[in-house]
């Protein structure tokens, strides 16, 4: 028989310490997306790492925004938006989609290959995957928005190794396709 052990209690309440909180999800690993919506100069986007998918009949998925976010407002008014998941090359746009370059609204989408989706949507040449969305549902609580997606278009790209975030940082998760096809010793014909 199994012996289970409870965690220790924290030692205050979870709302009264919000750098816990914060800290104990960054022991969460979490595939890297960068959410983008909005047209020409009007566009924008942030990097996040809770997307989740919601149902598959239809295709649906939902992500948390922080309601003070500069995204939300252009959210608001396009009603779609992209869901772009990263290789692990492509830490720079995750970088810049987070502002950590200071770069805000149109300039995220610099140095990078972008087209659009059924929707408009801005998405990512050479994501891991992406998904074009038409916004369902937005649910405010607290502070952040519950975003729900209904998925109009996916669009599959290589097989590489994913960007995760985990313990503050990103990180590498499996093979890209040259380190595979070394390792296995294969030739490219």
Same mark, same amino acid.
């Given at each position: 028989m199994a012996v289970i052990t409870p965690l220790p209690k924290a030692i205050r309440p979870v709302h009264d310490d919000? &750098?816990?909180? %914060?800290?104990?999800?960054?022991?969460? &690993?979490?595939? =890297?997306?960068v959410i983008t919506t909005?047209?020409?100069?009007? %566009?924008?986007?942030?990097?996040?790492?809770s997307v989740s998918s919601l149902s598959a009949e239809p295709p649906t998925i939902f992500f948390g925004l922080n309601?003070?976010?500069?995204?939300y407002p252009v959210l608001q008014?396009?009603?779609?938006?992209? =869901?772009?998941?990263?290789? &692990?090359?492509?830490k720079q746009v995750a970088d810049r989609f987070a502002g950590r370059g200071g770069e805000k609204g149109a300039a995220r989408y610099a140095d990078a290959d972008w087209t659009s989706g059924v929707s408009g949507a801005p998405l990512l040449l050479g994501a891991l995957a992406s998904l074009?969305?038409? =916004?369902?549902?937005?649910i405010e609580r607290h502070s952040h928005a519950i975003i729900i997606g209904r998925v109009r278009e996916v669009r599959l790209g290589r097989d590489d190794a994913a960007l995760v975030y985990?313990?503050?940082d990103y990180e590498r998760l499996g093979w890209m396709i040259e380190e595979a096809t070394t390792a296995l010793g294969l030739r490219a014909y």
């Open positions: 919000v &750098a816990t909180f %914060r800290a104990a999800f960054r022991h969460r &690993a979490g595939g =890297v997306s909005g047209y020409g100069e009007d %566009r924008t986007g942030l990097t996040a790492t309601l003070s976010s500069s995204s008014r396009h009603r779609s938006f992209g =869901v772009n998941f990263l290789s &692990a090359t492509q074009d969305c038409e =916004v369902e549902e937005i985990w313990r503050g």
